[in-house]
């Protein structure tokens, strides 16, 4: 075996080691220590051997059961089945967007825009990638962004890196405006019972603001750049030329895809109305309506159902998550998380107002080093606890998903979107990205942003 | 009917310090799908092939993009191709190589050629050298004259 893999295994005892000390001072009994050890192995297995972590988790949630820990009823509770079949619903419809040319159909939008300037440019594409991101999963919405921009910007001769991270920033912004965009969006309705009315009337305004804000940023940020794009322009620009780059066809089938698409939206976006009306219990439209679209369009291209279900929906990630969620949930059945919630309101000395902030502020940097289900995943038994000592927890939910999503990104790691995106650049333009340029600019637009919720939060009434 | 029967000897292979230029003007006017590569001791090292050079001039996110439909060449093609010129074939070849016994079965070497998608195939003799290389078209047209619609 690799000896980095060997001295990583001992690290990874070391930190479990040090997991069950904290957890002795903190009055765990045995069974409490062993959930701890189990979910922190999960934890540690994403920072330290991203490969080894579906292992891990198996072996984690084995354990738990053959100790008793927890028994096997709620285990199945706790692994949010409803969570991971919403995801699968969702990957199978991105899976005929993609075929039909759903994203590429967005993309000429872009080319379509008259008289281009750059300051248009990074308009347009940081509102598409945060508006994408809010429909459709990131990382599926970064790839079409990257791909977009390096056809224009190899049109225009022009370093594609600026534009790349633009569409970064905005994609992890974006990607809190509604359930959709992140799967801590969906895992946070869920648990929290918040519809995807409270996100469209309370996440996508603040959403927008924060977007509209780093735009700003950006364009003074990137102003070399956007100087020389706009020369480049002036010297290359040819419409007909242009709108050619990148074409779709439109058939018959793009507008029966749309149709589906935006009947699922349109579904999603009323769900808690029609539960009202059908009486039906919270959020069960909202999780069954991926599943009724996945169901229509297997049924309309049976012949492509079972590559939807193989090749579009990511299940090395999925499993991993209900694993993750068994984990996390085990927390919760031994009360672990009651422990932690008392020594962390202890901590902030029963301030409902720093609670926030330190939700806020930890969650945000957390996610810039860990990916943010597992952050998010730990919180959650945490601020249910909270309801239980009595605390209003709506501004709680709301600081779990901005920090979750925006903390992504402080650094160029901080999200799945930042990796997929840079990685596609260093394939097929050879820029690298340094860890400290993307710092400078993450940093501060995600510093500013995070300072803007915070605000929103503290002192709007609707968030309370 | 064993491989050793039908492959061909006259080409052989390219050596791994050759441009790519050089090697794909070889595989042109061979009209050759790919070709083995071997170092100076005349191991064989990977595999050349039309496969490397698509690879390495394509956007490589066409696949995960679904329908992206060019109505233009994008310039970036134009780019990576003058790209190739500073690189040898040791830069390009895959290392990850199937490679065949000369006693197999011509019908084993096709089975391979199927499931691994491949359509060269280096032969090794007992000595694990190499001894020739065989197309889908080899095999094709030994069954065909073993049928008797070609002539020998």
Redesign the interface.
């Known amino acids: 075996m690799d000896k980095s893999i060997i001295y990583k295994f001992i690290l990874l005892f070391f930190l479990l080691f040090l997991v069950a000390i904290i957890g002795q001072n903190m009055g765990f009994n045995p069974q409490q220590t062993l959930a701890a050890i189990i979910f922190s192995a999960s934890v540690f297995a994403t920072l330290l051997f991203w490969d080894f972590r579906l292992a891990i988790a198996f072996l984690g949630v084995a354990i738990l059961l053959l100790t008793k820990v927890i028994d096997l009823e709620n285990l199945i509770k706790f692994s949010s089945l409803e969570v991971i079949l919403f995801l699968i619903g969702m990957m199978v419809l991105v899976g005929l967007l ?4 759903f ?2 159909w967005l ?1 000429t939008l872009i080319l379509r825009i008259k008289k281009l300037t750059a300051k248009k440019f990074v308009l347009a594409i940081g509102i598409l990638s945060a508006l994408l991101a809010c429909a459709v999963d990131e990382v599926t919405s970064i ?2 962004m ?2 977009a921009i ?2 224009i910007c ?2 225009f ?1 022009v370093d594609p890196s600026p534009y790349v991270i633009i569409s970064v920033l905005a994609t992890n912004i974006g990607s809190t405006g509604t359930v959709l965009g992140n799967p801590i969006g969906i895992l946070i309705a869920s648990k929290s019972g918040l519809t995807f009315e409270d996100f469209i009337f309370k996440a996508f305004p603040l959403m927008l603001i924060c977007l509209f804000t780093v735009l700003s940023l950006v364009i003074f940020w990137f102003r070399k750049a956007h100087k020389e794009l706009d020369k480049k322009m002036q010297e290359l620009m040819d419409n007909e ?1 242009f709108i ?6 439109p058939e018959k089938q793009l507008q029966f895809g749309l149709g589906i698409f935006g009947l699922t939206i349109l579904g999603i976006a009323l769900h808690h109305r029609l539960e009202l009306l059908f009486k039906l219990e919270t959020n069960t439209l909202l999780l069954s309506i991926p599943l009724i679209s996945a169901g229509l369009v297997m049924i309309w291209r049976h012949n492509k159902a079972r590559k939807y279900i193989e090749k579009d929906v990511e299940w090395w990630t999925l499993i991993f998550f209900l694993l993750l969620f068994a984990n996390a949930g085990t927390l919760k059945y031994t009360a672990v998380t009651d422990i932690i919630a008392k020594g962390v309101l202890n901590l902030v000395k029963q301030s409902h107002s720093l609670l926030l902030g330190l939700i806020l502020w930890i969650s945000a940097f957390g996610s810039s080093i860990l990916d943010n289900v597992v952050l998010v995943v730990a919180f959650i038994p945490i601020i249910q606890s909270f309801r239980d000592l009595g605390l209003g927890l709506q501004p709680l939910w709301w600081a779990l998903l901005f920090g979750g999503c925006i903390g992504g990104n402080i650094t160029l790691i901080g999200s799945t979107a930042n990796i997929v995106a840079l990685g ?1 650049l260093e ?2 333009r050879k820029i690298k990205i340094n860890f400290w340029r993307w710092l400078a600019i993450g940093f501060t637009t995600s510093v500013i942003s995070i300072s803007i919720i915070w605000l929103a939060l503290l002192f709007l009434p609707i968030y309370r | 009917m064993k491989i050793k029967e039908i492959l061909t000897e006259e080409v052989k292979s390219i050596s791994s310090q050759l441009t790519v230029k050089e090697a794909l003007k070889v595989l042109l006017e061979k009209k050759i799908s790919g070709l083995p590569v071997v170092d100076e001791s005349g191991k064989l090292v990977g595999m050349f092939t039309e496969k490397e050079i698509l690879t390495a001039i394509l956007p490589g996110y066409l696949g995960k993009v679904g329908r992206f439909i060019y109505e233009e060449n994008p310039k970036s093609i134009k780019n990576k191709f003058k790209e190739l010129e500073n690189l040898k074939v040791k830069d390009l070849m895959h290392k990850d190589i199937v490679t065949v016994d000369e006693d197999t079965a011509v019908c084993e070497v096709g089975h391979l050629m199927l499931t691994q998608k491949l359509r060269v195939i280096p032969i090794l003799d007992k000595d694990k050298k190499l001894v020739g290389i065989v197309t889908r078209e080899d095999i094709i047209k030994s069954y065909a004259q073993e049928a008797g619609w070609i002539n020998p």
């Open positions: 993609k075929e039909i040319g994203f590429a993309v790839i079409f990257v791909a390096l056809e190899d049109y001769e030329l050619k780059l990148i074409s779709v066809p596609i394939k097929e």
